[in-house]
Structures are given as C-alpha cells and as structure tokens.
C-alpha cells in the first residue's frame, strides 16, 4: 500500500510541474502577442462569434468567383443544380486569412451568390462538410482550425454545425461525447448518419494524430464513439474516405508524423486502404468492424494533399497532390495534376485520360488495361517527408505513362488540364466533374489559386475554364527571409569593400 500512495504522489508531482510548465508557456506566449499587438486566440474567436450574433438578417449576394484559397470544403447541393463552398484559407507571406464566407454556384447560370446568414461558424480551414435532402436539406460542417494572423498562434476547433438550405439559417448543435478539437479529419454521410475519422491536433508546442471514429446520428443528434473490431488504420489525418453504396466506407492513404526528438521530425504517408464493414444482424448501426484491402489496377506514386470526389455508380475520382524528396539541405516538392479514377465495385484504379476531339486516336483504340507504367529507378523507393502544417506531404517514385499498340508505343497527346496543385475542391455533379482553387509551391513562395474548371465525364473531350487564374500573385517575404536577404546584402557589400 506505501509503495503505492508513493508512486500516487509522484503522479501528482508530475501533473503539477507539467501544469506550471504549461502555465509559463501560456504567460510567455501571451507576452509575446501583447508586443505584436496580437490577441489570445480564444479572445479572437470569442470576439467573432458575437459579431456574428449580432446580424440580424440573411443577405443574399450575386458575386464574383471567390478569392484564391486552400483547404476549404466543396460540395454538392443535395437538391438543386449547385454547388456550395464553405472557409478556407489563403497566406501571403507573411498574414494568414481565414475565412467563414458561404457560396452557391449555380451550374445552369454559372453565378456564384454569396449567403450571410446571423450566427453562423467562425473562420475556419482543414474542416468538413456534408450535404444530405433530409429535413428539407442540410449542410453539415465539423472540426477545423483557424489561425491568428501573424500564424503564431493556432486553435483547433470540436463544433458542429448544420445550415438549414430551406431557410439559409446556421445552427449549432449542442451534444456531448463528440470527437476531440481537430482537423484535417474525413466526415462521410452513411444512413443517416455522419461518420467522423482520424485527424490531426497541434498547438505549436505539441501535437497528435487520431485514428478513432464517432458516428453522429441526424434522428437523435447524439454522438456515439465507434469501438470496431479488427485492426483498423493507423493514425493519420488528409486520407481518402468514401461510403459505398453497399453501406461500407472506404479508407485509403493519409499522413502522419512522429517525434524523433527535439525538433525532429519524421514524416509518413500512407498508402494503405481499410473498409469500414457493419456487423451482421445489427439494428443499432453501432457495430462495425475493420477489414484491410488492397486496392489494385493502376499504380501511381506516393502523395498527399490529393481530393478526391464521390460520383454515381460507385465511382470516386482523385485530382493532383504533392510529395516531397528530402536530402541533407534541402526539400523539393513536386505537385500533380493527374486525374484517377477508383471504381469502389472491383476496388481498382484506373487513369482518365481528356483528348481533344480531333485528338483521339481514329485507328487504334487503347485499353485501359493496356496501359503500363513505368517507374524512374532512382526515385523507387519512397524517403521521409515534412509537415507544411495541414495536409501536406509525400515522397515517392515519378511515373510516366505510355500506351502499347500492336508492341508499338504511341504518346498520348492530352488536351488542356489545370495546373499541378493540392488541396483543391473537386465535386461531381450531373456527370460534371468541377475543380476549384488549390495551392503550389514556387520555390519558397505557397501560390494559392482562385481558378475554376469543369469536366463532362461522359465525354472526355476537354476541361473547360470557367474562370481563370490572371490576377497577380501577391507574395509577401517573410520577416525571416527579409532578414535574409539584408544579411545576404550586408555581406555582398563586405566583400566588396574586401575586394577593394
């Protein structure tokens, strides 16, 4: 029993100094903002929120195609031909801009009209959205972060909202045992209920990567945390998940990190795929268990930051990505803007080709199955990554495609497509595919876009462009790399002076 209360004590001792470690951190922190000129965070999202409980009526805005961002969610509507955008982010070089802005693009017109509604979500990115025609349509909206301007500070968010379509009115929805704050998490619509997977939390000082799921039920609105049987994925945040018309759900890829030690990181993106599986002769909807999968056909190279899009028949189609090769000194990125099909029926994946018409081969027709790739050897084995913060990143082998015909090779020559990026809002609508904003990197520069696009999938004849990207890109340097380059100056300037 003494052996026992001494270790009981100790326990405590640690708690406290842990408690006093965090303590001064806070108070340092708070410090540091006050020179800035920069509030708490949790001031600054408290202050937004009453702001928007003070407006008073619903505007209803005709305007142009939103500003350039990443990380927002793209959906469909549920009910009407449009599509709706949600948040957001968009970093200059120097201040972050979070956003809470609410538009509908109708397809037919090609207008976006921007929705201010009283009491809706503070800004936020790395979140997710749900649309479903129940209750005479709902937009559903989880997790999340935002941060401050000057990205000092970071807060992650556990709400849950729902924004009624029938009468574009916010509601926040009070329920308890939901998951932990966090975000760049997946949230799919399954039977009337909303299912919630992994994730990511970081304050800065520390972080943490989730693999536990949780269902939220539209008829009782209560949360109820999953315990599937089976061995299920590893933590992991930006994955791939869809639900299958067979009432499964899909999980494939994602990333996650470790601490090695201080300051050290080591980066991990997955290439694995599990299936959600309700168990046999459950009423309650509670009961699933875990099942890994192999997803075949194509082969195509590690990455992260990839969208993907939920289309009829059981299809789902992915658009671009990053990885990046690590060596000693340095980090290269390299971002696509390839577009793969993954049939959810057989589980395989296939590379969509887009040709002009007078492009299409008239004598010989290609299979898909007759596609074959082929793997740089100097980049097959896939090398640790970094964190950019939110989704990002990968390393992996470079592929290039070719198609045999009659044992002789003949280049596909594809028509326009938008350019490399990650993170982009990719929907399919009416067999419409429709591709917006993203970001790239140009060397040490983040280019975030603003551009829109459409593709007709029953016809695979070209993207069209539906706005285009030409306003010049605001770039900013960063105090570190301004101080850089005076540095860099001050030394050419020595040297001379030396010469002389």
């Known amino acids: 029993m003494g052996k026992k209360d001494k270790n009981k004590k100790k326990g405590k001792g640690a708690e406290k100094t842990a408690a006093k470690t965090e303590k001064k951190e806070v108070t340092k922190l708070k410090k540091d903002l006050a ?33 350039r961002r990443v990380n927002f969610s793209f959906v469909p509507h549920p009910d009407k031909d449009e599509l709706i955008l949600f948040g957001g982010e968009y970093f200059n070089g120097q201040k972050t801009c979070i956003y809470n802005d609410l538009f509908f693009y109708n397809m037919q017109q090609n207008l976006w009209t921007l929705v201010r509604s009283p009491g809706g979500p503070p800004p936020r990115c790395g979140h997710q959205m749900v649309t479903t025609s129940a209750n005479k349509g709902q937009l559903w909206v989880f997790g999340g972060e935002y941060a401050s301007p000057t990205q000092s500070q970071f807060y992650h968010y556990k709400d849950l909202w729902v924004f009624h379509l029938s009468n574009s009115r916010w509601e926040k929805i009070t329920a308890a045992n939901g998951p932990s ?144 090769v690590e060596d000693e000194e340095d980090i290269s990125s390299s971002f696509f803007n390839d577009l793969y099909l993954l049939d959810l029926n057989s589980m395989l994946w296939k590379n969509v080709n887009v040709y002009k018409k007078d492009d299409k081969p008239k004598k010989s027709k290609i299979e898909e199955n007759e596609l074959e790739m082929e793997v740089e050897p100097e980049a097959e ?120």
């Open 35 to 67: 020179k800035m000129g920069e509030d708490d965070i949790e001031k600054i999202i408290a202050d937004i929120e009453k702001e928007e409980l003070k407006k008073q009526e619903i505007k209803i805005l005709k305007v142009d195609s939103p500003r």
């Open 181 to 324: 704050s966090r975000s760049g998490h997946r949230m799919v619509f399954l039977k009337k209920q909303l299912f919630v997977f992994g994730g990511f939390h970081d304050n800065l000082r520390d972080y943490k990567y989730y693999n536990d799921i949780y269902s939220f039920s539209l008829e009782t609105y209560q949360w109820t945390k999953l315990e599937p049987s089976g061995k299920g994925p590893l933590p992991r945040s930006s994955c791939c998940m869809v639900p299958l018309s067979d009432g499964k759900i899909l999980v494939y890829g994602g990333y996650t990190k470790e601490k090695l030690k201080k300051d050290v990181d080591k980066g991990h993106v997955f290439t694995d795929s599990f299936l959600l599986v309700p168990e046999k002769n459950d009423t309650t909807g509670t009961k699933w268990k875990w099942v890994q999968t192999k997803l075949g056909g194509l082969s195509f190279s590690q990455r992260s930051g990839m969208a993907m899009a939920l289309a009829p028949n059981n299809l789902a189609y992915t658009f671009g990505g990053v990885f990046d």
């Open 381 to 500: 084995t896939p090398k640790v990554v970094s964190d950019d913060g939110v989704f990002t990143v990968t390393v992996g082998p470079a592929i290039t495609m070719s198609a045999k015909v009659d044992d002789k090779t003949l280049n596909i020559s594809a028509s326009f497509k938008p350019t490399p990026r990650m993170n982009c809002g990719l929907v399919v609508k009416h067999g419409v595919l429709y591709l917006f904003g993203g970001m790239v990197e140009d060397g040490d520069k983040q280019i975030t876009m603003s551009d829109f696009y459409s593709l007709d999938l029953r016809k695979l004849d070209e993207w069209r462009v539906l706005v285009e990207d030409e306003e010049v890109k605001e770039w900013l340097a960063s105090e570190s790399e301004e101080s850089s380059d005076e540095d860099e100056s001050e030394d050419s300037e020595n040297d001379a002076m030396e010469t002389e």
